[in-house]
Each structure stands twice: as structure tokens, then as C-alpha cells.
């Protein structure tokens, strides 16, 4: 009895064994003959940039505010806006009226000073004669108001000259206008320089730094700029302002102007670079899958930074490597892939369409001999 209950129990292991062998062979044969088809890319070796575009505004880099002391009527205007002049250059001409103050008219005593010989006569003739009775005081006469001459009011121009080089701005008043003291008659805007204004978040700000310079592109043209100044505060929507200087020396840049300001940094030096949608990451592991003999091999790979584009990694990869950069989640180790590159395949159209053009020449040039 006890032999038969082995007999069985060694056919049934049996069995299981030739239906594992039989699955694993199957997986195998279907491994061996499902293709999934990829794109790749290059595995390059190199520096990790960083690049970040910003947009602003371009402003003079300083504005000279001309005011006049005196309120008064434009009588004279030198300039007009777009002049440009120099510290010291007269601008215009400002008439003021300033009220001249009373001033009270001299009035004669009323009696004479006595003279010093008399006064002194006086005094013996009174220390001779005996003490009389003393008369009783008479009332102070009330004193007389002053009078005033009438003022003449006085009339003074002002010569207004520029407290700075600069091009006229900002300038609307005409000559025979009143000019208030409370506003500038005009600006003087040094465009030597340019001002771009731009804003930015907390985030792309610890990027830069006062003095770094960036590359500026104005009307198609690009520039060499560098960080002015950075707001350590953000203002009311949360951004920061940074200010970065242009050279204008020869006056092509307006203010008011767009702006585009590119700010390179090196994350990683020298270090293998692939594609960011090469990686895949889970929570044990990263890892990418290079193609070698018409196969995917999955590589581990570490992650030193990532952008957007690329990222810089370390693992077993060379420069040469081809790296999946589509279909690479339907991978396993070791299946077979059918690489169809979009760019492959536009060079196949290119060349096919090469070769017609040549037959097409070929026959014209044909049917032109035999004509």
C-alpha cells in the first residue's frame, strides 16, 4: 500500500515538473519572438546645463527728474523730447513773480533831546531851589500806528540747466505755460545703459547672482548682460525683481522694448547624459535600457541631477550606447525590439525620394537623347 502511495506522489512530481518545463519554454519561445518596437537616443558624455529663459522690459538705467524752484511761466524752452544733452546745458526759461514784504514808513520824534550843557544847568538850578510840590502825572498819549508803504511785488526769471547728461523725456509743457514746482518740467533719461527688468520666482532667483552675467536677446539681437541688482523681498503677486544692465553705447536699444534673458549654470561636469523620458523610476531602483544585438538589456543606473531635457546619471553605460526613449515601459530584460527612429525613418524618405529624382532625371535625360 505504502509503495503504490509513493508511486503516485513520485508521478504527480513528475507531471508538475514537465508542466514547469513546458510553461518556461513557452515563455521563453514567446520572449524569443515578441519584437516591441522602440525609439532610441544617444547616450552622450558631458556637462549637465541648466538654462533658464526670462522675459522683461527694457528701462534707462537712470531717470533725472528737472524741477524749478519758483513756480512760474515758461517764457523760454530750449529743448524738445529726444534731445539729447549734457550736464550744464540750459534747458528754459522760467518767469516768477515774488511778493515783495511791507515795510513801515520812519516818523519824526516828538520832541528834541535836550542838549548834555542845558541838562546839566537844569539840574543845579534844581538842587538849589527848594523841593516843590510834586505834580500829579499826566496820562500817557496813546502811540500812533505805523504806516506802510505799498509793496512792489518782483519779477525774477530762472535759467534752468540739466543736473545731468541724458535724452529728453517725459517734456509737456509749451512756452507759455505755467510750470508748477511740485512736478519735474521734464526727465533726463541716461540711456548709456539699459535697464531689463524682469520678475522671477523664489526658486529660479537662488540661480543668480549680483554680478553674473547672462546673455540678453533684444529685437533678434543678442547682448552680454549682467545682474544688477536681485529684491531680496517679493513684491504683491509673490515674484522677485531682478534688474540686469546692457551696454547701449551705440543707442540701438529703446526703452519699452521685450526682452529675453538666458541664464546658463553648470550642474554636473563632465558626467554621462541621457534623455529625462530614458529613465524610469520606481521605488527600489532607476534604470534605463540600452539595445544591444536587437535586444533591450536593462542597466541600473544612479541619478547625480535631472532637468526637464536630460539628466546626468552613473551606472554601467557608454557614450556609444543607444538608450530607449519610447515603448520602454511594454521592456523586460532581453526582448527583442524593432528600433524605428523617427529620424531614421526621414532620412529613409529623404534618400527614397533622392533616388526617384535620379530615375526621373535618368528617363528625361533618356527620352531627350532618343528624340
Do not use: W
Amino acid at each position: 500500500m505504502k509503495k503504490r502511495i509513493m508511486l503516485l506522489l513520485f508521478i504527480s512530481f513528475l507531471l508538475i515538473l514537465s508542466a514547469c518545463g513546458n510553461s518556461e519554454e513557452e515563455t521563453e519561445k514567446e520572449t524569443k519572438h515578441t519584437v516591441i518596437p522602440v525609439e532610441t537616443a544617444n547616450v552622450k558624455q558631458g556637462d549637465l546645463i541648466a538654462e533658464k529663459v526670462l522675459f522683461g522690459q527694457t528701462q534707462p538705467i537712470k531717470q533725472t527728474p528737472v524741477l524749478v524752484s519758483q513756480p512760474g511761466e515758461l517764457i523760454k524752452l530750449e529743448v524738445s523730447n529726444d534731445d539729447n544733452v549734457k550736464k550744464g546745458d540750459p534747458l528754459a526759461v522760467i518767469e516768477s513773480t515774488i511778493p515783495a514784504q511791507a515795510q513801515p514808513i520812519e516818523q519824526a520824534p516828538a520832541q528834541a533831546a535836550e542838549l548834555p550843557e542845558e541838562a546839566s544847568q537844569n539840574s543845579a538850578q534844581t538842587d538849589q531851589q527848594p523841593k516843590q510840590q510834586e505834580q500829579p502825572q499826566q496820562p500817557e498819549q496813546p502811540e500812533q500806528p505805523a504806516e506802510f508803504e505799498e509793496p512792489e511785488d518782483e519779477i525774477v526769471e530762472e535759467t534752468i540747466e540739466a543736473p545731468s547728461k541724458g535724452k529728453v523725456a517725459s517734456l509737456s509743457q509749451e512756452t507759455g505755460s505755467f510750470v508748477s514746482s511740485d512736478a519735474p518740467l521734464m526727465m533726463l533719461a541716461n540711456l548709456d545703459k539699459i535697464k531689463v527688468r524682469i520678475t522671477t520666482t523664489q526658486q529660479t532667483r537662488t540661480l543668480f547672482k549680483k554680478g553674473q552675467e547672462v546673455a540678453v536677446e533684444i529685437d533678434h539681437e543678442t547682448y552680454s548682460g549682467k545682474i544688477l541688482a536681485i529684491d531680496p523681498l517679493p513684491n504683491e503677486n509673490g515674484e522677485y525683481v531682478l534688474d540686469v544692465s546692457v551696454d547701449n553705447e551705440n543707442g540701438k536699444i529703446n526703452p519699452g522694448e521685450a526682452a529675453e534673458v538666458t541664464l546658463e549654470k553648470t550642474l554636473q561636469e563632465d558626467e554621462l547624459i541621457v534623455p529625462s523620458e530614458a529613465v524610469i523610476t520606481t521605488d527600489e531602483e532607476s534604470y534605463v535600457y540600452i539595445i544591444k544585438d536587437s535586444r533591450a538589456k536593462k542597466i541600473n543606473v544612479e541619478i547625480l541631477e535631472t532637468q526637464t531635457e536630460e539628466t546626468a546619471v552613473k551606472g554601467q553605460l557608454k557614450k556609444e550606447n543607444k538608450v530607449v526613449i519610447k515603448g520602454q515601459t511594454l521592456l523586460s530584460n532581453n526582448i527583442n525590439v524593432d528600433v524605428k527612429n523617427a529620424k531614421d525613418k526621414d532620412k529613409k524618405e529623404e534618400d527614397k525620394k533622392e533616388e526617384d529624382k535620379k530615375e526621373e532625371d535618368k528617363e528625361d535625360e533618356k527620352d531627350g537623347n532618343e528624340s
